[in-house]
Nanobody
């Protein structure tokens, strides 16, 4: 089992920054992927970014490329999402996710169904 705990959400003014953290615990593994998604009420979960743990690779949605940066601290089994230039439309709940499935081509990281473990979500609110 894997447990994911997100933190770092909150209220920020438009143009500001936040860094979300997601700490993974429950088992040790050296080659897996973690991703960040967000979900607005009544909408599907939207992919934002992912990072592969083995040979490190990162993947981004076009909508956040250049504004959001995913990174990791391997020693802490923690992944981060640095969000800059936040906009009011970024106001939603953000989730981290983990997959233990073997890497394929990288395209699989963009879909929510690839991930089996999910955090509880953290609210980000951007005021105008």
């Amino acid at each position: 089992q894997v447990q994911l705990v997100e933190s770092g959400g909150g209220l920020v003014q438009a143009g500001g920054s936040l860094r979300l953290s997601c700490a993974a615990s429950g088992r040790a593994f050296s080659n897996y992927a973690m991703g960040w998604f967000r979900q607005a009420p009544g909408k599907e979960r939207e992919f934002l970014a992912a990072i592969r743990w083995g040979p490190m690779s990162t993947y981004y949605a076009e909508s956040v490329k250049g504004r959001f940066t995913i990174s990791r601290d391997s020693a802490k089994n923690t992944v981060y999402l640095q969000m800059n230039g936040l906009k009011p439309e970024d106001t939603v709940v953000y989730y981290c996710a983990a997959s233990l499935r073997p890497h394929r081509s990288g395209g699989e990281y963009y879909t929510a169904t690839w991930y089996y473990y999910w955090g509880q979500g953290t609210q980000v609110t951007v005021s105008s």
